[in-house]
C-alpha cells in the first residue's frame, strides 16, 4: 500500500502541470533545452465594439489555438511575451504569445483558463490600446524601434576566465568585452554583482572580478523568468575535453571536473524512468565573497514624480534586461520600471513577493530576502480587494482597475486581495 502511495505521488506531481497553460507570473521553471511555442491570432476591427471587446476576441481565438496543441506538450506551457499590434491599415488587431515548455513547478502557480483569459496580457494588459483619458494619443511608430545588443559571451568556462573575462578583470573592461550584462545589481559601494542570463554571476570587489558562479536554480523561479533568455556557450574547458553544462557525465568527467575546479556539485538526473546520472549543479571560479553588508534598494513613495526619482536612483537600482527585451529598473519594494531603448519610462510593473527559499545561493539568498512588498499610493500588495472598491476601483473578472488624476492601474486579483499589478502614468507615451 505504502509503495502504490508513493508511486501516486509520483504520478500526480507528474501530472500537476500537465497539459495546462501557465501565466508567467507562476513559479514554474521553463525547459531551456526544448523548443517553445508561437502563435497567433488575428480579428478584424470593429468601430461599433470597444477596443476591450476586441482584445477578448483576440485572446479567445488564441487561447483556442493553443488548448488545441497542448496535448502536444506533455509538461504544459508557460507564456514567455504577450504582444497585441493594431494594424489600422487593414483595421485588425492581431495577438502574438510566445510559450516555452515547462521543466517543472515549485511555489504558486496561476493557470490560464477559459475563464480567466485576462491572465493571458496580464503583463501587456489592456493599456496597450489606451482608450482612457491619456495626456498622449497612442499612434504607431514611424520606425522600429532600438534593439538591445545582444551580449558577446565568448569563450569557454575555465580556472582562468569565463566567457573572456579573467579574473582581475576591471568592470569596464568586462562591458567592454560582453557589451552589457542581463541584470547589474549595486550590493554596495564596493560590490557589484552582474548575471549574464539566468545561470551564470560574477561578483565584482573594488571594481575587479573577483567570483564567478554557474548554478542550475541560482535565483528564485519568479525573479528569473523576469529575465531575458540568453544563448550563451556553456562549455567548460578541461585539460583533456571540453563538456558542456547540460550534459550528462561519466565517472571520468566527474573525476576531473572535481579535480580542476575548487567548488563544483553535482546533481543526480532520472535518464529513461529508470537509470540515473550526474549532472553539474553547481561550478564556482574564485575566491567566494561574503555579503556582510548592503545598501538599502531605494523604493519609490511619491514624493517626487516617476522620471525624477528614476533619474536620481538609476545607479543605486537594479537594472536588468527583460524577458520582452527591455531594460528596466527594480526598486527595493519589487516596483519594476519598464523604459524604452532609449531610457524614457514606459509603465510599472508591480511584482508578486519572491520567495528566497527558491534558490540554494547564499549571495543571492542574502539580497532577495531584503525585498520588501510594494506600494504604490494608496495601493499595496495584499490589499483587499473591499478595499480597493472603496477607493473607486472597478472590478472585472480577477482585476482591479484604479485611476487617479497622475496613472492608472490595473492590479491582479487572488483570494480576494490584490498581489502585483501594471500602472501606465499618464504622462508616458511610447
Known sequence: ???????????????????????????????????????????????????????????????????????????????????????????????????????????????????????????????????????????????????????????????????????????????NKLGRFTLVWPVSDSLKLTLIGRNHMFLFENNKFRHYQYHSQLLPTSLANQLELTATNNSIKLQSSEINLKELLSNEQKHELTKTFSSVVFQQMRVDGQRTAERIKSLSVGEPIAIDNYAQLPCFDGTNSFNQFISTNKNALIYFVDVDNSPALLSGCLQKFVLSTDNKLKHIELLDVISASQTETNVINTLVSAFKPWSFGKVKHGQKVTSLVSLGAKIEWRQAMLETPNWQGTFEIYDEAIFSGKVIPFTTSD
Request: net charge positive; charged share 20%.
Open 1 to 175: 500500500m505504502r509503495f502504490i502511495f508513493i508511486c501516486f505521488l509520483f504520478f500526480f506531481s507528474h501530472i500537476s502541470f500537465a497539459h495546462t497553460l501557465y501565466s508567467r507570473m507562476s513559479e514554474c521553471v521553463p525547459d531551456l533545452q526544448r523548443k517553445g511555442a508561437e502563435f497567433s491570432a488575428t480579428v478584424n476591427y470593429k468601430k461599433n465594439s470597444s477596443e476591450e471587446e476586441q482584445l477578448e476576441l483576440v485572446r479567445k481565438k488564441l487561447f483556442a489555438r493553443i488548448q488545441k496543441n497542448l496535448p502536444n506538450y506533455q509538461n504544459g506551457l508557460i507564456e514567455q511575451t504577450v504582444i497585441f499590434k493594431k494594424n489600422i491599415q487593414h483595421q485588425q488587431i492581431t495577438g502574438i504569445v510566445a510559450l516555452k515548455q515547462i521543466k517543472s513547478c515549485n511555489g504558486k502557480t496561476y493557470k490560464i483558463t477559459q475563464n480567466n483569459l485576462k491572465l493571458l496580457s496580464v503583463i501587456i494588459a489592456k493599456n496597450q490600446f489606451p482608450t482612457i483619458k491619456l495626456k498622449t494619443e497612442h499612434k504607431l511608430p514611424t520606425h522600429q524601434p532600438k534593439k538591445l545588443t545582444p551580449i558577446q559571451a565568448q569563450g569557454h568556462i575555465s580556472t582562468q576566465s569565463i566567457f573572456g573575462i579573467s579574473i582581475g578583470d576591471s568592470y569596464e573592461t568586462a562591458v
